[in-house]
Nanobody, 126 residues
Framework: QVQLVESGGGLVQAGDSLRLSCAAS????????MGWFRQAPGKEREFVAA????????SYADSVKGRFTISRDNAKNTVYLQMNSLKPEDTADYYC???????????????????WGQGTQVTVSS
């Protein structure tokens, strides 16, 4: 069992940066693949980034590659999403998710993740 709580969202201007955090509880966090997804109003939830259980595997959506960085600190049971050069199209609710099977390939579909946080809102004004 993994419980996830996101934080760090807010209202920023285009070009600004934000760092989202996802605090996890539960023994399986260390061995979980962790992902960030986002959902804009009226749109499907989409993959943003994911990281393997020891940080050795990374995956990013093309739309955020070069601007966003996912990282994790297993000692703190936390995964981060550093978002730079934010654009208005990055506006969405951002969700942290966990796949508790460390040997899986990095997953990019929401249904492939078992645990979810409640989300944090990011609004980027132009």
């Amino acid at each position: 069992q993994v419980q996830l709580v996101e934080s760090g969202g807010g209202l920023v201007q285009a070009g600004d940066s934000l760092r989202l955090s996802c605090a996890a509880s539960g023994r399986t966090f260390t061995y979980s693949i962790m992902g960030w997804f986002r959902q804009a109003p009226g749109k499907e939830r989409e993959f943003v980034a994911a990281i393997g259980w020891i940080g050795e595997r990374l995956s990013y959506a093309d739309s955020v590659k070069g601007r966003f960085t996912i990282s994790r600190d297993n000692a703190k049971n936390t995964v981060y999403l550093q978002m730079n050069s934010l654009k208005p199209e990055d506006t969405a609710d951002y969700y942290c998710a966990a796949d508790p099977s460390p040997l899986h390939a990095i997953r990019t579909f929401p249904y492939e993740y078992e645990y979810w946080g409640q989300g944090t809102q990011v609004t980027v004004s132009s």
